[in-house]
């Protein structure tokens, strides 16, 4: 039965009752927004594009919510840039300070990656602060170093809930993937996301299997009957059409000698 749904929510959004909000996406990109969308209400779906990216589309009278949702939880996340990305492609004559700069930042997006695995947090980013030698600070025969190792998180956790990490594991975590980084120089911040809710007036009713808002169930229902119609006058095509080459068949067979 709710794949009879989905084919009738297809069909609708191909009459023009929906509108695709978000292009070029990869599946797992896809699945996160359809997910989000789903949990307040908004019936969305995705599909494969001809470049084998997937678009999502959701109905008209949802897309401006849905892409307010989208921007208050950062969605569609960019791609994490780590070591295998960032050293995939090496320069030729790479300098240290580009060779530096490409490691922290490939450093910085490994660590982002992990914390967003976390379940509950919606976005990270991580600043790093190597630390780099002087070699003109010489105590006895180590070399102080002239910017000590620093690190700063900013993680945006969904609303309404608790924070799915302890600050505590968070500095554990960052300083343990990061050389000569100590616990104590690391900052972490935690912001939550802007909550999304239903809109005002706009109470999730059911239908069928589904659930959507008020607004989006009368669109779905006028698309429904505009469905139904069509089915209708197909079916009575084909009916016609049927009995119109039995007739001559019939005559066909009468006139032979």
Avoid at 146 to 155: C, F, N, S, Y
Wanted: glycine share 8%; charged share 20%.
């Amino acid at each position: 039965m709710r794949r009879l749904w989905i084919v009738v929510v297809s069909v609708l959004m191909a009459l023009g009752c929906s509108m695709p909000i978000q292009h070029g996406l990869d599946e797992t990109a896809a699945n996160d927004i359809l997910t989000s969308l789903t949990r307040i209400g908004i019936q969305a779906s995705k599909g494969r594009e001809d470049d084998g990216t997937f678009a999502i589309v959701v109905p008209k009278a949802d897309a401006l919510r849905a892409m307010e949702l989208m921007r208050s939880l950062g969605l569609p996340r960019g791609p994490r840039a780590g070591f295998g990305e960032l050293y995939k492609q090496p320069s030729l004559v790479p300098t240290p300070n580009e060779d530096r700069a490409r490691y922290m930042e490939a450093l910085a997006g490994e660590i982002a990656r992990t914390l967003e695995a976390v379940e509950g947090v919606v976005q990270a980013r991580v600043h790093l602060v190597l630390p780099e030698a002087d070699p003109l600070a010489l105590d006895g025969i180590d070399g102080k170093p002239r910017v000590a190792a620093q690190a700063a998180v900013l993680l945006k956790t969904r609303a309404g809930r608790s924070v799915p990490i302890a600050e505590s594991e968070v500095r554990k975590l960052v300083a343990g993937s990061v050389p000569g980084l100590d616990v104590a120089a690391v900052a972490v911040v935690f912001t939550p996301a802007p909550e999304i809710s239903a809109a005002p007036g706009a109470s999730l009713v059911a239908v069928g299997p589904l659930t959507m808002t008020a607004d989006s169930r009368t669109s779905f229902l006028v698309g429904l009957v505009a469905v139904c119609a069509m089915l209708a006058v197909l079916i009575g095509l084909v009916l016609l059409l049927s009995r119109r080459l039995a007739a001559v068949e019939r005559n066909g067979v009468k006139e032979r000698p």
